[in-house]
């Protein structure tokens, strides 16, 4: 089921529109509006503010050989590894490697990690692609709280 409205706009917004509609190739209006307000709403939702949940695509390149840079990736994959979900590894050629990494956490977080790991020297074409959740996190079982025992003291 999908709710309608309308919107009035001036003759030269709508012209602009029209063209955005054909340079994008979306097949019409409706279309496009929809992309435009899922983008608004997940700019929100992934603002500071909000800190939403999310689902990070990182990926960069880097050259294996580079010193220490191998080494200090995994340790800060490990140090994370409630955020990192998985990792793709391709040896591109002999010097170079590519990576990309998916991550699952709040917007902040996710995009912290991706930070420390973009702004390492030896990394090169990083990027990181955030996709919002609808939903928060679910914690999963570590984060559930154990059952209590009762101790005969
Ligand atoms: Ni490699």
């Known amino acids: 089921m999908s709710e309608r409205f309308t919107v009035s706009v001036e003759p030269a917004l709508a012209q602009d529109f029209d063209d955005f509609i054909k340079r994008k190739g979306y097949s019409n209006r409706s279309e496009a509006v929809r992309d ?3 983008g608004a709403l997940a700019k929100e939702r992934l603002s500071p503010e909000q800190d ?4 990070g695509v990182l990926s960069y390149m880097y050259d294996h050989h580079e010193r220490e ?3 200090r ?3 800060t994959h ?3 590894y409630n955020l990192t979900v998985t990792t793709l590894h ?3 050629d002999h010097d170079m490697c590519v990576e990309s990494v998916l991550l699952k956490g709040t917007a902040r977080d996710v995009q912290a990690f991706a930070e420390s790991v973009m702004a390492r ?3 090169r074409h990083g990027q990181l692609h955030r996709i919002p959740l609808e939903h928060a996190l679910d914690p999963g ?3 559930t709280p154990a059952h209590q025992h009762h101790h005969e003291s």
């Open 69 to 71: 840079l191998s080494k």
């Open 36 to 38: 435009l307000i899922r």
């Open 90 to 92: 391709m040896h591109l």
């Open 121 to 123: 020297p030896g990394i």
């Open 141 to 143: 079982p570590a984060a």
């Open 73 to 75: 990736l995994t340790q």
């Open 52 to 55: 939403g949940a999310c689902v």
């Open 78 to 80: 490990h140090a994370h």
